[in-house]
């Protein structure tokens, strides 16, 4: 019995260090998974900046090479499109990953006093309006269930610094999902971009303090304060709305510039753009100095295009060629936009998509990469662009819409819905065919990108068939639609068209 144990003893000990070894290499072919560590994300949103307003977008005239700067870093969209051609609905489309006709929040109204209670439905127009138009809700309601409410519950601090624009004070950022809130309210723009500015949640300090260079410290101070957790900035900027000021010194710089295109040529809205521009950097820098770059998601966009109806001393802010038309109009130049997305070592750098993509996506796309559970109450019209964003994978979808069924008389807009299918677009113009009938046209917007010819006839089969998926659309979010309008006189004169004398004197620069 002992002799057998002395042998088995023996055994056991000269076989431990093989076992040893064995353990350990199997130990080193098993794969190391990281610790998933939470991204940060920053969305950095620019109020009414056009496709062609940045020098990696065509522009010729503006200074931007921290946008530039950016484009090195990730990934360039060149098919990016806001939700609405105006930015509340564009707004509320990020922040609640849903098609904003779902809450009938269709025209830039989050300045408007509350109407809750009032009915939205077409009724009667101005006697030039051949179609009586909906009214649009004047908030983002607070029963949507936003992206920083789901943020929250993954551990995130969420801070919105900046425009919002989505409703009077109950429905403030801090209603919304959000820690903290400076600068937000229902200002369309700012009062005044410099100080005094009369925003009661940004406290003025120096007189004459520039508002896009105060709510950019007021970053960089969440940032720091905040680089040890993960966090949520929606960083979402004045610039470039009105009131037109900037600097004197940078409007004197940009008097001496000229397009070689001979298309952008506002010497204030190049100011403007430049210390836009120059945010963005002073942001860059305080992420690369607190180390913080390589586990932060920035996402660049616009809520609409550049605007193309105030007249500032004899020009438009800017232009947006060779997209047709501006903010406010569903045509490209309304509602197609610039986006970038930065994620250090998941997406490649200095690249450049041809994806459709819309401001519906960021929701998902923000669940995803943050492992943060959905709320099976919140429906998402969107769909994440993480393969997109990664593997230059397609997206599975049809097509995108948009439903804008009002009037704008000084951007030409008239009321309408619009597809993206492929390489196509279809816009749906309610009672501008025969007889107060809707009017279809199409365009091709890769032979066409300034939709300039109208090729319906030649496709009658795809029109029937977007015609199909317009109505259905449409349906389905529970649009408010228009009808023929019992005051309209087709004798009188159309308001169509008219553009807008900003009244720059009032607004002086320093």
Known sequence: MKTVFKSNLFILLVSLPFLNLACKEN?????????????????????????????????????????????????????AYAANALCSP??????????????????????????????????????????????????????????????????????HIGKWHLGHEAYWPKKQGFDINIGGGHHPGPPNFFSPYNISTLPDQEDKEYITDRITDEALLFLEDHKEEPFFLNFWQFAVHAPYQAPLDLIGKYKNK?????????????GMMEKMDESL?????????????????????????????????????????????????????????????????????????????????????????????????????????????????PLERDAIYSHFPHYMP?????????????????????????NRSDALKLYDLQADIGETTDIGSERPELVAKLSKMVEDYVTEVGGLLPVKNPAYDPNVETKLGKTNDFPIDKYPSY
């Open 258 to 270: 000229t397009d070689p295109r001979g298309k952008q040529a506002n010497p204030i809205m190049g």
């Open 410 to 434: 000084v951007t030409h807009n008239v009321p309408s819905t619009a597809i993206w299918y492929k390489n196509y677009k279809l816009i749906k113009e309610y009672g501008e065919g025969e």
């Open 90 to 159: 564009t707004r509320a489309s990020i922040l609640s990953g849903k098609d904003p006709a779902r809450f009938s929040l269709t025209t830039p109204a989050g300045h408007l006093p509350p109407n809750p209670d009032v009915s939205l439905a077409a009724k009667k127009g101005a006697p030039w309006m051949k179609m009586a138009c909906p009214r649009s809700r004047t908030f983002m309601p607070l029963e949507e269930f936003t992206i920083a409410e789901a943020l929250k519950t993954n551990g995130y601090t969420t801070a």
């Open 281 to 393: 950097g002073r942001m860059l820098d305080k992420l690369e100095e607190l180390q913080l770059m390589d586990n932060t998601i920035i996402v660049f966009f616009s809520d609409n295009g550049g605007n193309m109806y105030d007249v500032v001393n004899g020009e438009f802010p800017t232009n947006n060629y060779p997209l047709s038309y501006g903010k406010g109009n569903i045509h490209e130049g309304g509602i197609r936009v610039p986006c970038i997305v930065v994620w250090n070592g998941e997406i490649k750098p200095n690249t450049v998509s041809d994806e459709m993509i819309q401001s519906v996506d960021f929701y998902p796309t923000f669940l995803e990469v943050t492992k943060t559970e959905a709320n099976p109450n919140q429906l998402l019209d969107g769909v994440s662009l993480v393969e997109v964003l990664k593997n230059d994978i």
């Open 27 to 79: 130990q080193g072919n098993q794969e190391v998974v990281p610790e998933f560590r939470k991204p940060n994300i920053i969305f950095f949103m620019v109020d009414d900046m056009g496709w062609m307003d940045s020098e990696v977008y065509g522009s010729k005239y503006y200074d931007t090479p921290n946008i530039t700067r950016l484009a090195k870093m990730g990934k360039r969209f060149t098919r």
